[in-house]
C-alpha cells in the first residue's frame, strides 16, 4: 500500500505541468484545425463537419487528465503491482484453505460470517484488479509493437526522465518563500532548508519514474515475441481475407495528427484510435435517431427569406421614444406561434402538428442565441421569448389570455389580432406611464412581459396593416400565411447551426471539452438533414458572418430589396426615355 501511495503522490506531482504543455499543444491545434477548415472548400458542409469534430474529439479525449494519467509510467507500473497483491492474496487464500479448510469450519468467534466476509473481499480485490493491469498490457503491447527501436530511442523512452516530471518542484525550489520572515539570515535558512528538502523530493520522483520504466522495459523484452508472433498471424489472416482491420480514421484528413501527446510517448495505436473515432460515429448515429421530423418538415415549407422581413413592418409606429427594441431569433417564433394558435375555425390537426414542430425547433433556436450571443446584449430578450414559450406550451396562454378560448369563441383572424394587439399596447403603454426607473428608458431593461407585449403588438399590427382589411381572408389562409413566416425566420436562423456547432467544439476549459464535443456530435446527428437541405439554398448575402443576429439579415434584406426597386425605376426611366427618342 506505501508503494501505491507513492506511485500517486509521483502521477499527481506531474500533473499540473502537464496540463500547462498540453493546453500549449491544444491551442497551436486548434488554430491548426481553424485554418485547414477555412481552405477546405471541397467537402460538403455536412463532411466537413464531421471532420472538425472528429479532430476536436481526439484532442478533446487525448489531452484529458485521466486519460493522461491513465497512460503514464507510473500508472502502469501500479497495474503491476496491484496484479502481485491480487496474486499474493489469492496464493493465501489457497493456503489457508489448505490447512485450516476455513471454508467449512471457522476459527474466528463471527462463525459463519466469516467465509462471507472474506469472500467479499476477494470478490472486491479481483475487480479492482481488472482495470490496472490491462492498462499495464496495452503499454506493453503498443511498445512491443513498435518496431525499429535504435539505442538512442530505447535510451529516451527507458531510461530518460522528461522534465514535466519534476518541472512543478524545480520551480517551487527557485522560487521566493511565500511565508513572510523579516530576517535576512531566518529567510535564507529557510529558503536553503526547503531547497534541500525539494531536491530530495526531486531525486526520489527520478527514482520511481526510472523505476517504472524499467519494469516496463523488462516486461517489453520478455513479451516482444509472444507479441511479434500475434502480430505475424493476424498479418497473414489479413491477407487471406479471413478478417481485415477497418479503420474510421478520416481518409482525407490525418487524424493522427491531433493527438496531443507529452514529451517522450509514444505514438498512439491505430487500434487506440480507431476507437476513439468508432466512439464520434456512435454519437452521431444516436443523434440521427433523434433526428426532428416535424421541424424538418415545417422548415421545408419556406420557399425564401421574405418572412424574415415581413412579420415587423418599419411602418407601424413605436410605443417609446427610444430606439427600436432589437429581436432575438426566438421572440418573433413565439410570437407568431402564439397568434397562430389563437386563430379560430382552424383544424385541430394543423394546430397541434405546428406545435410539435415549433417545440422541437425551439430549443434549437434558443441553442444558438444564447451561442451567438456572445456580450450578453440579448439576454432580457431571450428570457421574454422564454417566458412566453413556457406558458405556450405549457398552459396555451399568452401571458394570462387562454389561447384555446380564444380559438373557439366563434371570432375572425381579424378581431383576434386586434384583443391581442390592444391587449398588448394597453401593457406597453400602462408599464411606460408607471415607471420612474431611469434604467427602464432603455428597451433592453424592460421586464420580459413588456418584452414579449411588445413584440406582440408590432407582429400583430405588422399583420392586420398586410391584410389591409381584406374580409376575404380567411382564418385558415392567415394560418398557413403564419406558418410560412415562422418557417422562413425558422430556416434563416437554423443557416447558423453549422457554426454553433463549430463553437461547441473548441472549449478553453479543459474541464468542459468533452462534453462540449459530444454535444457538437449529437447536435450534428439530431440536424443533419436540415443542414444539409438549408446549405443547398441561396443566402441573400455572402458573407456567413453576417448570418448571427436576426436584425442583421433583416437590414441586409431590406438594402437589397430598397436597391432592385431603386434599379428597377432607373430601367424603368431609361426604357421611357428611349421610347420618347425614337417617337
Known amino acids: 500500500m506505501l508503494l501505491m501511495l507513492v506511485m500517486f503522490a509521483s502521477t499527481a506531482l506531474m500533473i499540473p505541468s502537464t496540463k500547462t504543455y498540453l493546453e500549449k499543444k491544444y491551442h497551436d491545434m486548434h488554430k491548426t484545425a481553424t485554418n485547414e477548415e477555412m481552405l477546405d472548400t471541397g467537402r460538403s458542409c455536412n463532411m466537413k463537419l464531421r471532420g472538425l469534430i472528429k479532430k476536436y474529439w481526439v484532442m478533446a ?21 496491484s496484479l ?33 466476509v472474506l469472500i467479499s473481499q476477494t470478490i472486491g480485490v479481483l475487480l479492482g484488479t481488472v482495470a490496472p493491469p490491462s492498462r499495464w498490457f496495452v503499454a506493453i503491447n503498443c511498445r512491443s509493437r513498435n518496431e525499429g527501436y535504435s539505442k538512442t530511442s530505447i535510451r529516451d523512452a527507458f531510461f530518460t526522465v522528461e522534465g514535466y516530471w519534476t518541472q512543478k518542484m524545480v520551480e517551487w525550489r527557485q522560487s521566493s518563500l511565500s511565508v513572510r520572515i523579516r530576517h535576512r539570515t531566518s529567510r535564507k535558512l529557510m529558503h536553503h532548508l526547503r531547497g534541500i528538502f525539494l531536491k530530495l523530493c526531486i531525486f526520489l520522483q527520478h527514482a520511481v519514474v526510472l523505476s517504472s520504466k524499467l519494469l516496463l522495459f523488462v516486461s517489453v523484452c520478455v513479451t516482444i515475441p509472444v507479441v511479434s508472433c500475434i502480430g505475424y498471424v493476424g498479418k497473414l489472416k489479413r491477407r487471406k481475407g479471413i478478417s481485415s482491420e477497418y479503420s474510421t480514421a478520416d481518409p482525407d484528413s490525418d487524424i493522427g495528427r491531433y493527438v496531443l501527446l507529452l514529451e517522450g510517448e509514444v505514438k498512439l495505436s491505430t487500434k487506440s484510435l480507431d476507437n476513439i473515432l468508432n466512439e464520434v460515429d456512435s454519437v452521431i448515429r444516436k443523434g440521427k435517431k433523434r433526428k426532428p421530423t416535424n421541424l424538418s418538415i415545417l422548415v421545408n415549407r419556406s420557399c425564401n427569406w421574405n418572412g424574415v422581413t415581413e412579420f415587423d413592418s418599419r411602418r407601424i409606429p413605436r410605443l417609446h421614444s427610444q430606439e427600436v427594441v432589437p429581436y432575438c431569433w426566438s421572440l418573433p417564433i413565439v410570437t407568431l406561434t402564439s397568434i397562430a394558435l389563437a386563430l379560430p375555425n382552424v383544424e385541430k390537426r394543423k394546430s ?43 398552459y396555451h396562454k399568452w401571458q394570462d389570455r387562454d389561447l384555446r378560448e380564444t380559438s373557439l369563441t366563434g371570432e375572425n383572424a381579424d378581431e383576434i389580432l386586434r384583443q391581442l394587439c390592444d391587449r398588448a399596447e394597453k401593457t406597453v403603454v400602462e408599464f411606460l406611464r408607471e415607471e420612474r426607473d431611469c434604467l427602464m428608458k432603455n428597451p433592453l431593461n424592460w421586464p420580459a412581459h413588456v418584452i414579449a407585449a411588445n413584440s406582440m403588438y408590432r407582429i400583430g399590427r405588422t399583420m392586420l396593416l398586410s391584410q ?50 459530444r454535444n457538437a456530435a449529437l447536435l450534428l446527428g439530431e440536424t443533419e438533414e436540415i443542414i444539409a437541405h438549408l446549405h443547398q439554398r441561396e443566402l441573400p448575402f455572402s458573407d456567413a458572418d453576417q448570418t448571427a443576429s436576426i436584425e442583421e439579415w433583416r437590414a441586409i434584406i431590406e438594402q437589397g430589396n430598397k436597391v432592385n426597386i431603386e434599379t428597377g425605376a432607373s430601367e424603368y426611366r431609361e426604357e421611357i426615355v428611349d421610347i420618347k427618342v425614337e417617337v
Request: hydrophobic residues 40%.
Open 61 to 81: 479525449e487525448t489531452s484529458s487528465p485521466q486519460f493522461v494519467i491513465a497512460r503514464s509510467v507510473t500508472c502502469t507500473t501500479s497495474g503491476v503491482v
Open 84 to 116: 502481485i497483491i491480487a496474486a499474493v492474496l489469492l496464493e493465501v487464500e489457497i493456503r489457508m484453505a489448505m490447512r485450516v479448510d476455513i471454508f467449512n469450519q471457522s476459527v474466528s468467534s463471527y462463525d459463519w460470517s466469516t467465509k462471507w
Open 352 to 394: 397541434e402538428q405546428l406545435m410539435k414542430s415549433v417545440t422541437e425547433g425551439i430549443s434549437y433556436v434558443k441553442l444558438i442565441d444564447e451561442t451567438l450571443d456572445k456580450k450578453g446584449c440579448l439576454e432580457n430578450i431571450r428570457t421574454a421569448a422564454d417566458v412566453v414559450w413556457v406558458r405556450v406550451e405549457m
Open 468 to 517: 389591409g382589411g381584406k374580409s376575404d381572408e380567411t382564418d385558415d389562409r392567415v394560418f398557413e400565411h403564419l406558418s410560412v413566416t415562422i418557417a422562413d425566420v425558422l430556416a434563416a436562423c437554423l443557416t447558423n447551426l453549422g457554426r454553433v456547432i463549430t463553437i461547441k467544439c473548441h472549449r478553453n476549459a479543459i474541464e468542459e471539452r468533452e462534453e462540449s464535443v
